[in-house]
T-cell receptor
Framework: DTAVSQTPKYLVTQMGNDKSIKCEQN?????MYWYKQDSKKFLKIMFS???????INETVPNRFSPKSPDKAHLNLHINSLELGDSAVYFC?????????????FGQGTRLTVV | AQKVTQAQTEISVVEKEDVTLDCVYE???????LFWYKQPPSGELVFLIR??????QNEISGRYSWNFQKSTSSFNFTITASQVVDSAVYFC????????????FGKGTLLTVNP
């Protein structure tokens, strides 16, 4: 049983397209996240959701829109993809977003925009 | 603002050597947590350890040990008798009282253990 699962694992698409990445966790956690890892391996928070409510939006372009239909799911939709969006996107979850709770990460989605 | 610095971009050792990965952090919070994560070549992120700001005891788990020193704002990670399977990118991360709901990561250290 995969705790945090993302689909797809790889995504290759052309500039200007719209794409979605899905994430599901079966840990019963309240908080879910999207992180972006760039080509230099730098990991940065994009969004945090707690009980389906947006908590953190870390100056991410409006082309990125997260959606949390329930506590177990946090999907990421990206409009009008640009070359600079190429990265690995990680979904994660934690028991709650409170101080000290460790995050469990999905396997990542490698997005390549051509 | 919070910041995590991993000054070592890459480290290469020979199997069975001991290796220490450095992590220095900055935060104005008096209550905070520090983490280490491992990212092997397969790409997933694996949680290794969590330490809170009030607990400066060193921790040992098998070949892994962690040295937390508030006086120098450091949380260093040592692998004893390294193995090829330890080859990975290791990330130090920080979560402070004023920044719940996110981890601030260092840029990572790529450790290569050669046979």
């Amino acid at each position: 049983d995969t705790a945090v699962s993302q689909t797809p694992k790889y995504l290759v698409t052309q500039m200007g397209n719209d794409k979605s990445i899905k994430c599901e966790q079966n840990l019963g956690h309240d908080t879910m996240y999207w992180y972006k890892q760039d080509s230099k391996k730098f990991l940065k928070i994009m969004f945090s959701y707690n009980n389906k409510e947006l908590i953190i939006n870390e100056t991410v372009p409006n082309r990125f829109s997260p959606k949390s239909p329930d506590k177990a799911h946090l999907n990421l939709h990206i409009n009008s993809l640009e070359l600079g969006d190429s990265a690995v996107y990680f979904c994660a979850s934690s028991q709650d977003g409170g101080l000290g709770t460790e995050a469990f990460f999905g396997q990542g989605t490698r997005l390549t925009v051509v | 603002a919070q910041k995590v610095t991993q000054a070592q971009t890459e480290i290469s050792v020979v199997e069975k050597e001991d290796v220490t990965l450095d992590c220095v952090y900055e935060t104005r919070d008096t209550t905070y947590y520090l983490f280490w994560y491992k990212q092997p070549p397969s790409g997933e992120l694996v949680f290794l350890i969590r330490r809170n700001s009030f607990d400066e005891q060193n921790e040992i788990s098998g070949r892994y040990s962690w040295n937390f020193q508030k006086s120098t704002s450091s949380f260093n990670f040592t692998i004893t008798a390294s193995q090829v399977v330890d080859s990975a990118v290791y990330f130090c991360a920080l979560s402070g009282w004023g920044s719940n709901y996110k981890l601030t990561f260092g840029k990572g250290t790529l450790l290569t253990v050669n046979p």
